[in-house]
T-cell receptor
Framework: EAGVAQSPRYKIIEKRQSVAFWCNPI?????LYWYQQILGQGPKLLIQ????????DSQLPKDRFSAERLKGVDSTLKIQPAKLEDSAVYLC?????????????FGPGTRLTVL | KQEVTQIPAALSVPEGENLVLNCSFT??????LQWFRQDPGKGLTSLLL?????REQTSGRLNASLDKSSGRSTLYIAASQPGDSATYLC????????????FGAGTTVTVRA
């Protein structure tokens, strides 16, 4: 079974530029998550999708971050414009359901550096 | 708000020694606790998931215990190997309307050959 795929793996941009990340979850997984992991910290949930609907985006900085999962499969996360403090690893995860007892499976992440 | 703490932040041991990693959480009302492994430049790999009704879970050389009343979990890795070098994170899922996983900052383990 293929795991969660993410691209690109690394991205370096200047502040105020825009950037987009892509995630393809495990086949058949209805729930998709985007996390932000700042160096030295644990991941923080940015947004959770159930199929193509948003379940939780309470910690997403909506003035600059946006995410979509139009067909309920792959997803994109966009930052526009980027700030220095957005430097982090952006992790995508998926699970078969949104059930609280269901484990999440993580992709390799995209490391973003904002200069 | 659930706070998850992992101490120490880093640990270095010689090969063959048993590893003991600690995780504490402030709110004992949880659904489950999960231990993850993170290798440099890679995502998180789930190691063990302990439901709130369980006391421990085992997988090979790994054993995780859960004591909800004291807000603690311990991950034991027996007979450590250099390949066990990684960062280990614990995450709890709270029993509340805010059911998001709360992660600790992790313990970075180095096993010296």
């Amino acid at each position: 079974e293929a795991g969660v795929a993410q691209s690109p793996r690394y991205k370096i941009i200047e502040k105020r530029q825009s950037v987009a990340f892509w995630c393809n979850p495990i086949s058949g997984h209805a729930t998709l998550y985007w996390y932000q992991q700042i160096l030295g910290q644990g991941p923080k949930l940015l947004i959770q999708f159930q199929n193509n609907g948003v379940v939780d985006d309470s910690q997403l900085p909506k003035d600059r971050f946006s995410a979509e999962r139009l067909k309920g499969v792959d997803s994109t996360l966009k930052i526009q414009p980027a700030k220095l403090e957005d430097s982090a690893v952006y992790l995508c995860a998926s699970s078969s359901t949104s059930g609280i007892r269901t484990p999440q499976y993580f992709g390799p992440g995209t490391r973003l550096t904002v200069l | 708000k659930q706070e998850v703490t992992q101490i120490p932040a880093a640990l270095s041991v010689p090969e063959g020694e048993n590893l003991v990693l600690n995780c504490s959480f402030t709110d004992s009302a949880i659904y489950n606790l999960q231990w993850f492994r993170q290798d440099p430049g890679k995502g998180l790999t789930s190691l063990l998931l302990i439901q709130s009704s369980q006391r421990e879970q085992t997988s090979g050389r790994l054993n995780a215990s859960l004591d909800k009343s004291s807000g603690r979990s311990t991950l034991y890795i027996a007979a450590s190997q250099p390949g066990d070098s990684a960062t280990y994170l614990c995450a709890v899922r709270p029993r509340s309307n805010d059911y998001k996983l709360s992660f600790g900052a992790g313990t970075t383990v180095t096993v010296r050959a």
